[in-house]
């Protein structure tokens, strides 16, 4: 069997690559959607200490922190069918994928708001504003902006994280990659060629997260 050079064996491999790369994607952004969800609504619950919603979304962030993602998708997928609840590969992948971010998310939510100054809550209260209402119009704006570098990271981290829903038959970047390994029996510089290519991924975010801090700098200093 005549082997490819490594210029034209990446060549021939890049377009199905590259769809796996753009479900990578696909499943990065709908995973951190769903975490930047679940991470706000568990932030508020540990922030206004409401009976038992309190204490169990502490238990939700200590578990989902406290398990491998590989065998929380693992539960997700093969565990769930056993008890009536089934989802396809997709769906275990986002939703494995979503709610473990959203833990890590929720400390990162909860530190920003805790990282505003007391004072712009007692203000708010004595202008008459709820508490929803603050944390709406005053302290989550400015939560954000402390929140931006760790979100960014976070979503950069989701992308290489995405790799492991290849066990459930996602065919994202990594399955892509060895399936045309199989075919090929060249597995280093496709390997090298995947690393590539979630550099590429996470270096454009790294990017865009660059460019929106200084744009919420300069509004918060204006």
Same mark, same amino acid.
């Given at each position: 069997?005549? /082997?490819?050079?490594? $210029? ?6 890049? +377009? !199905? ?16 959607? &769903? ?9 508020? &619950? *540990?922030? $206004? ?18 398990? %491998?993602?590989?065998?929380?998708? @693992?539960?997700?997928? @093969?565990?769930? +069918? ?6 396809? %590969? ?8 979503? /709610? ?16 505003? =100054? ?11 504003? !709820?508490?929803?209402? $603050? ?5 989550? %704006?400015?939560?954000?902006? #402390?929140?931006? %570098?760790? #979100? ?9 994280? !995405? ?8 065919? =994202? #970047?990594?399955?892509?990659? *060895? =399936?045309?390994?199989?075919? !090929? @029996?060249? +597995? ?15 270096? @454009?975010?790294?990017? /865009?997260?660059? *460019?929106?801090? *200084? ?8």
């Amino acid at each position: 069997m005549d /082997l490819q050079g490594p $210029t034209e064996l990446i060549q021939s491999a890049l +377009p !199905t690559m590259l769809a796996g790369a753009g479900i990578t994607l696909a499943l990065a952004l709908a995973s951190i959607v &769903l975490g930047s969800v679940v991470g706000t609504l568990v932030a508020v &619950l *540990r922030l $206004t200490r409401v009976a038992v919603l309190s204490p169990l979304a502490t238990l939700y962030v200590s578990c989902m922190r406290g398990t %491998p993602l590989l065998v929380q998708l @693992f539960v997700i997928y @093969f565990g769930l +069918p056993s008890i009536g609840i089934q989802f396809d %590969p997709v769906s275990a992948g986002i939703l494995g994928l979503g /709610l473990n971010v959203g833990a890590y998310l929720s400390e990162t939510i909860r530190g920003a708001i805790n990282g505003v =100054e007391r004072g712009q809550w007692n203000a708010a209260r004595s202008l008459g504003l !709820t508490q929803a209402q $603050t944390l709406r119009y005053i302290v989550g %704006p400015q939560a954000l902006r #402390l929140a931006v %570098p760790s #979100l960014s990271n976070s979503l950069i981290s989701l992308i290489k994280d !995405t790799s492991l829903v290849s066990v459930i038959a996602v065919s =994202e #970047l990594m399955l892509a990659t *060895r =399936e045309v390994i199989a075919t !090929t @029996f060249q +597995p280093f510089p496709l390997y090298l060629a995947a690393a590539g290519i979630y550099w590429a991924m996470s270096a @454009f975010f790294e990017a /865009l997260q660059k *460019r929106l801090e *200084r744009r919420l700098n300069r509004s918060y200093q204006h």
